[in-house]
C-alpha cells in the first residue's frame, strides 16, 4: 500500500478517536474517498444488498485498508468493540426495521466482524465525558 494512503488511512482514525472517542472503519472508507457517504446511506437504508458492492476499489485493496486499520488500532492500544449494524428506517406498520446490515460480499464472519468492529480510545473516551460534564454542571 502508497504510504500517502497508509497516512490518510491514520489520519482518519486519529481525527476520529478525538472528536468521538472511538473510530470505525465504515467512517475510515468514507473519510479516504473508497466509500461515498450517499452509498453508505443507501446500505444503511436496505437499497443496497451489501457495502463492499458500493465501495470503490476492489476487495484486494479494501483488505489492505482493513489491514492498516487493525495495524493503528493495535499500535496505539484502542480496544476493538464489536458493533451491529442495523438497516435504517421503518417498515410498513411503522416499527423500526431490526434487519442485520452485510458489508461483504462473501458474508464470511471474520470479515463481517473486521468491519463491525470499532476501537476505542479509552482515555480520549474518558475526557470527552468529562468535558461534558464539566459544560453541563456549569
Same mark, same amino acid.
Given at each position: 500500500?502508497?504510504?500517502?494512503?497508509?497516512?490518510? &488511512?491514520?489520519?482518519?482514525?486519529?481525527?476520529?478517536?478525538?472528536?468521538?472517542?472511538?473510530?470505525?472503519? +465504515?467512517? %475510515?472508507?468514507?473519510?479516504?474517498?473508497? *466509500?461515498?457517504?450517499?452509498? =453508505? !446511506?443507501?446500505? #444503511?437504508?436496505?437499497? +443496497?444488498?451489501?457495502?463492499?458492492? $458500493?465501495? @470503490?476499489?476492489?476487495?484486494?485493496? *479494501?483488505?489492505?485498508?482493513?489491514? !492498516? %486499520? #487493525?495495524? =493503528?488500532?493495535?499500535?496505539?492500544?484502542?480496544?476493538?468493540? !464489536?458493533? $451491529?449494524?442495523? @438497516?435504517?428506517? *421503518?417498515?410498513?406498520?411503522?416499527?423500526? &426495521?431490526?434487519?442485520?446490515?452485510?458489508?461483504?460480499?462473501?458474508?464470511?464472519?471474520?470479515?463481517?466482524?473486521? =468491519?463491525?468492529?470499532? =476501537? +476505542?480510545?479509552?482515555?480520549?473516551?474518558?475526557? &470527552?465525558?468529562?468535558? #461534558?460534564?464539566?459544560?453541563?454542571?456549569?
Amino acid at each position: 500500500m502508497k504510504p500517502e494512503m497508509i497516512g490518510k &488511512i491514520h489520519s482518519s482514525m486519529y481525527h476520529q478517536c478525538q472528536k468521538r472517542g472511538f473510530a470505525a472503519p +465504515v467512517d %475510515v472508507l468514507m473519510d479516504i474517498g473508497v *466509500l461515498k457517504k450517499q452509498d =453508505y !446511506e443507501n446500505w #444503511r437504508n436496505g437499497r +443496497v444488498d451489501y457495502l463492499e458492492r $458500493v465501495c @470503490q476499489c476492489n476487495l484486494h485493496k *479494501l483488505s489492505e485498508i482493513m489491514k !492498516e %486499520v #487493525r495495524a =493503528y488500532a493495535g499500535k496505539n492500544a484502542l480496544k476493538p468493540s !464489536e458493533t $451491529v449494524y442495523k @438497516q435504517w428506517g *421503518l417498515n410498513n406498520k411503522g416499527k423500526k &426495521i431490526v434487519n442485520r446490515l452485510r458489508f461483504s460480499k462473501s458474508g464470511d464472519p471474520g470479515v463481517e466482524k473486521g =468491519y463491525a468492529t470499532h =476501537y +476505542v480510545d479509552s482515555k480520549r473516551t474518558a475526557e &470527552i465525558k468529562a468535558e #461534558r460534564q464539566a459544560v453541563q454542571s456549569s
